[in-house]
């Protein structure tokens, strides 16, 4: 009952940002890939689904 519905809900919210993560624009404008340094620490963002539509948003690369 309940282990399946929850189940079910993740993989609602999963599909709309294609089977890729998406990539987050954090509140100080600096567009995080998966994969890269604080991506997993990213909490507070915005998500895209390309590094350039990141970047057109008036985001930037993180420095490392």
């Given at each position: 009952g309940i282990r399946f519905k929850s189940i079910s809900m993740l993989s609602l919210?999963?599909?709309?940002?294609s089977t890729e993560s998406p990539i987050k624009k954090s509140t100080s404008s600096i567009c995080h890939a998966p994969g890269t340094t604080y991506y997993a620490?990213?909490?507070n963002y915005t998500p895209y689904n390309t590094i350039d539509d990141c970047l057109n948003s008036g985001g930037r690369l993180p420095k490392r």
């Open positions: 919210v999963s599909e709309p940002t620490k990213t909490k």
